[in-house]
């Protein structure tokens, strides 16, 4: 079955550090790759998405992710972190065999001034 | 343009009984998913709906079960509840195809008492 792995469960950073997730996933076809956000009392939304194209993905609020096929990686990167960057990250793959959205188990990020 | 909204925002039920979940997709989108987030956990799949069939299905038992709208709006039925069942719901809605990015509700929080 495919699975998604996040391997940091707790990340405590100060301010202006450097940030990067692990996301892995399980399944060697073609997959679509999200990771998403959800801040503390508000719904999950989308960071950053890749379908194709360029494995070097930007999304909102200074993210990127890069997805390395060979290592069935798609880890999430961030060179400065900010206090608002408090959250909890889940990293999802769909598959396009089963079209089910399968999340990882969430990193929660906690930014200190 | 209107996003995902669910109602209602929490319910208190106890074993046994049964509970109706609502959602109603954002404008323009006709493929509703729905997902069981338990505390600490990443949102596990439950099913997906698209032009009001069922389009697969997570490791849920049948007394979960759903149904999708003319206007693309759907709703979660949990029959016979039980305590794990105690959970934030997510519904998410996708524009066309099951691989198209999900956008998502704020979720129901279940708890079953």
């Known amino acids: 079955a495919q699975s998604v792995s996040q391997h940091n469960h707790h990340v405590i950073l100060s301010e202006a550090a450097s940030l990067e997730l692990g996301c892995n996933y399980s399944?060697?076809?073609?997959?679509?790759l999200f990771w998403y956000v959800q801040y503390p009392g508000q719904h999950l939304q989308l960071l950053l998405k890749?379908?194709?194209?360029?494995?070097l993905v930007k999304g909102i609020k200074g993210f990127e992710a890069e997805f390395i096929k060979s290592k069935f990686s798609f880890n999430l990167r961030k060179p400065s972190v900010q206090w608002s960057d408090t959250a909890e990250y889940f990293c999802?793959?769909?598959?396009?065999?089963?079209?089910?959205?399968?999340f990882g188990t969430g990193t929660r990020l906690q930014v200190f001034p | 343009e209107t996003g995902v909204t669910q109602s209602p925002t929490h319910l208190i039920k106890t074993r046994g009984q049964q509970v109706t979940l609502r959602c109603s997709s954002q404008s323009g989108h006709n493929t509703v998913s729905w997902y069981q987030q338990a505390l600490g956990q990443g949102p596990q799949f439950i099913f997906q709906?698209?032009?009001?069939?069922?389009?697969g299905r997570g490791n849920f038992p049948p007394r979960f079960s759903g149904l999708q709208f003319p206007n693309y709006s759907s709703e979660l039925n949990v029959n016979a509840l039980e305590l794990d069942d105690s959970a934030l719901y997510l519904c998410?809605?996708?524009?066309?195809?099951?691989?198209?990015?999900?956008?998502f509700g704020p979720g129901t929080r279940l708890t079953v008492l």
């Open positions: 999802a793959v769909i598959t396009h065999n089963t079209d089910k959205l399968i």
């Open positions: 890749y379908f194709s194209g360029d494995p």
């Open positions: 399944y060697g076809g073609t997959v679509n």
């Open positions: 998410a809605s996708s524009p066309r195809l099951a691989t198209d990015t999900q956008y």
């Open positions: 709906y698209y032009r009001e069939e069922e389009n």
